[in-house]
């Protein structure tokens, strides 16, 4: 099944295509277009704007998802677009939303990094975005991912493309669904502005870092831990001679990672060097104890998920609009928030 909509946009269909699709008994009808056009008008009368279209002379865009058998009648892309990002403004203000839209992310690592997708997208980011990721849905993902039981089996990335189709369907996704390797990380990264590492392979890690340093493109990680979320940028976009992961591995180390010169052990040791032992709760520790016996993997919860996409999107937007974000490392935990004094 071709996993993207099918749009036909004003102006360029009949009326006897649209007639075809509604004639299939298994398609379901949504014809929001009216409610949407009011809208606009709405805006149009309130600032004494006349239009000389009227909802009898548009027709508007139909748009058909075949993973439900749905279309959809709505406004255009442009009216669309003005409609979602309305109540943006003016902390987001027009010129800025123009900018943000046209800002190309990879996201790689789709658990927490399908939140991250679809908070983008909720945000005005953008009609372009990479995804990269390999993995099928399991129950235990249910904890960080908006998904359905149903969907338990499916591959995330499927998951996480149909979801953002059915929030703006104009959107331009670029999948690599069998994941990254040396062979593909170049052209997911290739005309990105910004890339979201959330993996755990640590060997993919560094080549998505030593390609990024190659294109000039800053690499944001955010790792919930417990009730925290560490943020590390890494900007090789302004500061080419900042060091892969802030520099808290060694070169060397990083050589014998990848010629595949370390046990899995030493693998281990250098993911706790990279978020720091100091950083990691008791409570998170205790659960790492137990990964492949109780537990299935690392210990998360949505919540901190939940403020880690906020925190990504807000960090991607002063990106994108060039204001100051430094190389280096944030920690935003919950209990600096909540004062017990």
Request: glycine content about 4%.
């Amino acid at each position: 099944m071709k996993l993207e909509p099918v749009i036909l946009r004003e102006g360029s269909y009949g009326k006897e295509e649209v007639q075809k699709l509604k004639d299939k008994p298994e398609v379901k009808v949504f014809d929001i277009y009216y409610q949407q056009k009011e809208e606009i008008l709405s805006f149009k009368k309130s600032q004494n704007k006349s239009s000389k279209k009227t909802l009898d002379l548009i027709d508007g865009d139909w748009v058909y998802y075949p993973w439900s058998n749905t279309l959809l009648h709505t406004i255009s892309e442009k009216d669309n677009d003005f409609l979602k990002t309305n109540r943006n403004r003016n902390i987001i203000t027009s010129e800025e939303q123009e900018k943000l839209s046209n800002f190309t992310i990879a996201v790689a690592g789709l658990s927490v990094g399908s939140n991250i997708a679809t908070t983008l997208l909720y945000n005005g980011f953008t009609k372009n975005i990479k995804l990269a990721d390999f993995d099928a849905l399991e129950t235990t993902n249910l904890n960080r991912v908006r998904a359905k039981l149903s969907d338990v089996g499916e591959k995330k990335i499927d998951i996480l493309s149909r979801q953002l189709y059915e929030i703006d369907p104009y959107i331009n996704i670029t999948q690599f669904s069998e994941g990254l390797n040396k062979e593909n990380v170049y052209n997911f990264l290739d005309g990105a502005k910004i890339v979201f590492e959330i993996i755990d392979d640590l060997e993919m890690k560094i080549l998505i870092r030593k390609e990024a340093q190659e294109l000039k493109i800053p690499v944001v990680m955010l790792t919930s831990i417990g009730d925290s979320v560490m943020i590390d940028v890494e900007r090789y976009d302004l500061e080419p001679e900042v060091k892969i992961f802030n520099g808290l591995v060694d070169e060397k180390d990083i050589e014998d990672i990848l010629s595949k010169k370390v046990s899995k052990e030493e693998v281990n040791k250098y993911v706790v060097s990279i978020v720091g032992s100091q950083n990691i709760p008791e409570k998170v520790k205790d659960s790492l104890k137990e990964i492949g016996k109780t537990l299935s993997g690392r210990p998360q919860l949505m919540s901190t998920v939940t403020v880690a996409s906020g925190l990504a999107v807000f960090i991607a937007r002063k990106i994108a609009l060039g204001e100051k974000v430094p190389s280096g490392r944030s920690i935003f935990n919950f209990e600096d928030i909540i004062k017990n004094d």
